[in-house]
């Protein structure tokens, strides 16, 4: 790997850790530890050289301008293109529940470390991503 691939790589995981904690600043502050409490975060990111085709859609959860740009090298080494992270998901959280608490009939969540709860969301988005796009097609095969 060379220094450039290896300077623009570091660059795109510092890129993607700011969208993560910027998306989970502007959460509300209901449920967040408090000034003297410390918690695991993650998020899920979509990742794109060209911005457009993270939210080409009017549907697009967020506003493109919300969107995170991040100037990187082109393939080609000619230039500089645009890459842009769209934060999916976000979870935070150190919990889990004893054995003595756990329900086998999936009325309680077990797992609440935040990577679980991240994932959790993402799976909720993709599903919607799915429903959205089944729609179009019904919508298309009507027309």
Known sequence: MNLCRQASERQLTQHVANAVLMTFAALPKHGKPQDHEHTVLAGIVAYATDPQQLCSQQRCQANADKQA???AASSD???TQCAAVHVIA???GT???GG???SAAGDVINDSHAEVIARRAFLAWVYQQLQLAAQDVQQQQRQ
């Open 69 to 71: 740009a991040l100037p």
């Open 95 to 97: 919990k889990c529940l």
């Open 77 to 79: 080494g000619t230039g």
């Open 90 to 92: 976000v979870g935070t």
């Open 100 to 102: 003595s608490k756990r």
